[in-house]
């Protein structure tokens, strides 16, 4: 399994130095800034020995990131109170997403976002995973280093089995285009589009299927549009 920590936006040189830190404390190196902050002396002095970590960060954008990762995981203090607002639910702790995560074969991608406001709605709905820390309610918002030190050292503890590969990003990509397809054809109402879709993406992520396992689900829905269609006419 490859496991890319991935900061969104991040406001401090000296945080990304510290999480540089942290990753390679419990022997993580992949690194990706997406458009972070000017790395000035401070960010490499708090990186110390993982230097190295901040020298070899990849810097994409947002959409590389899902286009290159199996599994991508939001973490977040912000969570659903409710079953009826999906977006920043079910969530994992990290010690269970260390157990989701155990015969994972592929690219997983935990975003972490801006020190001030976390990740945005749009970036959460993109993901397969919520992650949350349960902090005390005295004080609920961690910073965002110590999230990245608790994450990894959760991860660093995983066990390696017998995995097999998990459906490509562009083949779960499709899958969902064609979800959407399945929706227009049973007329399901725009107003539940959203929220449905947001649903589906958190249960199928949550399944870590498998290319053969993608496409049975799109001959079972090609058959049942070829019963509806048929019937239409």
């Given at each position: 399994m490859r496991i890319r920590i991935v900061l969104v936006e991040p406001l401090y040189d000296g945080n990304i130095g510290f999480a540089a830190r942290a990753m390679k404390n419990f022997g993580f190196t992949e690194l990706v800034l997406i458009n972070p902050c000017e790395i000035r002396d401070e960010g490499v002095a708090r990186a110390s020995h993982a230097k190295d970590v901040l020298e070899n960060a990849s810097y994409l954008t947002l959409d590389e990131v899902f286009e290159t990762s199996n599994i991508t995981i939001a973490t977040t203090g912000s969570v659903s109170k409710s079953a009826c607002h999906p977006?920043?639910?079910p969530f994992y702790t990290p010690q269970e997403l260390r157990e989701f995560l155990g015969d994972v074969d592929g690219?997983?991608?935990?975003l972490f976002g801006r020190?001030?406001?976390g990740?945005?709605?749009?970036?959460?709905?993109?993901?397969?995973?919520?992650?949350t820390l349960p902090t005390s309610e005295i004080y609920p918002i961690a910073n965002l280093s110590h999230v990245v030190a608790i994450i990894c050292y959760e991860l660093s503890h995983l066990k390696p089995t017998v995995a097999i590969p998990l459906a490509t990003p562009k083949e779960m990509d499709q899958l969902y285009i064609h979800i959407a397809e399945f929706l227009d054809d049973v007329e399901h109402p725009d107003f539940k589009r959203e929220n449905t879709m947001i649903l589906i993406r958190r249960v199928l992520g949550r399944m870590k299927l498998t290319w053969r396992e993608v496409s049975t689900i799109h001959g079972l829905m090609r058959r049942a549009q070829d019963r509806?269609?048929?019937?239409k006419k």
């Open positions: 977006m920043r639910m690219t997983v991608s935990i020190e001030n406001w990740l945005n709605n749009e970036e959460v709905k993109r993901c397969d995973i919520i992650c509806i269609n048929f019937g």
